[in-house]
């Protein structure tokens, strides 16, 4: 089995918000948005105003640049690239991917790395060896198996190929996508496999994997996804994802803010008003002033907050619930170079961890450097999740060495989904009508998947709809 993922979506926002907290139609200040307020240095005008530079974001403002369009991105990290999480070990100057791992391999992947002069290799996974232990008790088992061949689970994807593609689901809803995903195991006998699934699930955790919905299953574990397993990704020949978003930032240099977030929006409903963003910056407030505005983070109503709602905005956002997401890196494990520890409860039905927990500690490109990725269904903090590897290698290692933590990146918000009477009320048709609404656009998993490739390729059809008329 291979250490898998996919590229995913924006940098993730997080806080708590209230529903008497959410401007409704913004009531902030018209002063706010009056230029004579700001310096003309800090008054950015542009086609487009991109809030997320993760890869999505990323994505989508150098493909506008490329079609002739002034675009300004908003992050409020210190860099672009969301997910993809890359360290460059001190010592050595390798650089280790310990968030997205490969990429789906298709022309809009291909080309866009290709536009940067990254090269890519097919993607292998070799020189690992194996375990399984319980992370609770660090005891190892032997006996223990897992079985990777995936086509049953494959068969029954197969028979609905748009959900590769949108959220356009078919008429009537099957019944199947309804189940929860353990009794879809059970109606097509993929027991054998269900722990294989589990171990590329990271970060579906609330609820659990066998209380998703099958309908989340599948836009997780999605085609592009299988055909990554089965060997159809890709890698940056220097395995560094980071190297990319280190380009990007370069090539837009003054129209990225970084470590900066939007705190007032103004919105209007007529299209040729634009919209006008308040952005607070290290180095004070910006206005900008754009015809359009496109989001790439995940639409929960917290992080939305800013952008004056609706009511029918608040109320689609309102309605998705997460997972927590953590990845991180550690040495001095006492681990074997090339060793991968997968995490089982034989105590549980399948063998499947409790979540919070661990999916893996797996070798990565410094010997001596371990990745690991942990999903909880509540978010939880930096210092619960170190404390937990420290506890599960110790546990692992029988207490023989002090580990030391490296780098950690929460991906929390993950993996946003809603009921089953959300969809069945036509959840996510109301969600893609807000396409173009009050001069704003969406993309990111929230409105696709969590796979990059795909990702990549919703985006680049939707841009032109973007765009038209600028």
């Not at 299209?271 to 983070?297: D, E, M, Y």
Request: aromatic letters at 12%; one cysteine or more.
């Amino acid at each position: 089995m291979l250490l898998i993922t996919l590229c995913a979506i924006a940098t993730q926002l997080s806080g708590a918000a209230t529903a008497a907290s959410v401007h409704l139609e913004s009531r902030d200040s018209p002063d706010l948005f009056d230029t004579r307020r700001y310096a003309n240095r800090d008054i950015i005008r542009r086609d487009v105003a991109v809030v997320g530079g993760g890869q999505t974001g990323t994505y989508a403002a150098i493909n506008m640049r490329d079609r002739g369009q002034s675009v300004v991105v908003v992050e409020r990290a210190g860099r672009l690239g969301g997910h993809e999480a890359t360290y460059i070990d001190p010592a050595s100057g390798t650089p280790i991917d310990y968030g997205v791992q490969t990429y789906y391999n298709i022309s809009v992947v291909t080309d866009f790395f290709g536009r940067f002069n990254v090269p890519l290799r097919n993607y292998s996974f070799s020189g690992v060896t194996t375990s399984f232990a319980d992370f609770t008790t660090g005891n190892v088992l032997p006996n223990f198996s897992m079985n990777m061949s995936l086509g049953a689970y494959g068969a029954q994807l197969a028979r609905y190929p748009r959900l590769a593609y949108s959220w356009d689901l078919p008429s009537p809803i099957p019944d199947d996508f309804f189940l929860p995903f353990g009794e879809f195991i059970e109606k097509y006998n993929l027991q054998d496999i269900t722990y294989g699934m589990f171990t590329v699930l990271g970060g579906v955790a609330n609820p659990p994997p066998l209380e998703q919905l099958t309908i989340n299953i599948f836009k997780w574990l999605d085609q592009p996804y299988l055909d990554g397993i089965a060997g159809r990704s890709v890698v940056t020949e220097r395995r560094n994802n980071g190297e990319i978003y280190t380009l990007a930032t370069a090539e837009l240099g003054s129209d990225v803010l970084l470590s900066s977030t939007v705190t007032a929006a103004w919105r209007p409903r007529q299209r040729s008003q634009g919209v006008k963003l308040v952005v607070r910056t290290p180095t004070g407030n910006k206005l900008i002033i754009a015809s359009r505005l496109l989001v790439t983070i995940p639409p929960l109503v917290q992080n939305m907050r800013p952008f004056g709602l609706d009511r029918d905005e608040f109320d689609l956002f309102n309605r998705f619930n997460y997972s927590g997401y953590y990845v991180g890196l550690v040495n001095n494990t006492g681990f074997a170079n090339g060793q991968r520890f997968l995490n089982v409860n034989s105590n549980n039905l399948y063998g499947l961890p409790d979540l919070p927990g661990f999916y893996h500690f797996a070798p990565t490109s410094v010997n001596g450097t371990f990745l690991y990725w942990y999903g909880s269904p509540v978010e939880i903090s930096q210092q619960q999740v170190e404390a937990e590897v420290i506890a599960a290698v110790r546990r692992l290692n029988n207490g023989t060495t002090q580990p030391t933590l490296r780098t950690f990146s929460s991906h929390t918000p993950f993996k946003l989904v809603v009921e089953e009477d959300d969809i069945r009320s036509g959840f996510y048709e109301r969600l893609w009508d807000l396409q173009g609404r009050r001069n704003t656009w969406y993309t990111g998993a929230a409105f696709l998947s969590h796979n990059c490739g795909g990702l990549w390729n919703y985006t680049h059809h939707l841009l032109p709809e973007v765009v038209a008329g600028l």
